[in-house]
Nanobody, 123 residues
Framework: QLQLAESGGGLVQPGGSLRLACINS????????IGWFRQTPGNDREGISC????????FYADSVKGRFTIIRDNAKNTVYLQMDNLKPDDTGVYYC????????????????WGRGTQVTVSS
C-alpha cells in the first residue's frame, strides 16, 4: 500500500534548480509507475512526467522536457523530480501520484496522491 509525501519545494530564482522528493512511507515503490503533476495558478492540474519501474521508461511533457528529470531510488523508496533552469511559469503546487500505468507523460488510473509541495520561481 502506498502513502506518498512530497518534499523539497521552496523559493528559487529563475534559472535555478530544485529537487523534489516523493517518498513512500509504507512499502516499496519498486513496482509502481509514479507520475508528477503540477497545478499552476489559474490552470488545471497537469501531468508533467511519468516513470515506469523496471524498464525505466520515462516520459515528459513538452513544457518540461530537457529541464526536468525523474530519478528513481528504490532503495530509499523515493522518486525524485530534478528541476533545472526553472522559469516563473513553473510556479505552482507539485504532486506525485502512484498509478497503474503511464499514458505518455500523464500517470493514468491514479491510486494515490501526495499532498503536494509549493514551488515558487521568482526573482
Amino acid at each position: 500500500q502506498l502513502q506518498l509525501a512530497e518534499s523539497g519545494g521552496g523559493l528559487v530564482q529563475p534559472g535555478g534548480s530544485l529537487r523534489l522528493a516523493c517518498i513512500n512511507s509504507r512499502s516499496t515503490l519498486g513496482h509502481w509507475p509514479i507520475g508528477w503533476f503540477r497545478q499552476t495558478p489559474g490552470n488545471d492540474r497537469e501531468g508533467i512526467s511519468c516513470n515506469h519501474p523496471g524498464d525505466g521508461d520515462t516520459f515528459y511533457a513538452d513544457s518540461v522536457k530537457g529541464r526536468f528529470t525523474i530519478i528513481r531510488d528504490n532503495a530509499k523508496n523515493t522518486v525524485y523530480l530534478q528541476m533545472d533552469n526553472l522559469k516563473p511559469d513553473d510556479t505552482g503546487v507539485y504532486y506525485c501520484a502512484g498509478a497503474i500505468k503511464c499514458s505518455g507523460a500523464v500517470a493514468d488510473d491514479i491510486r494515490i496522491w501526495g499532498r503536494g509541495t509549493q514551488v515558487t520561481v521568482s526573482s
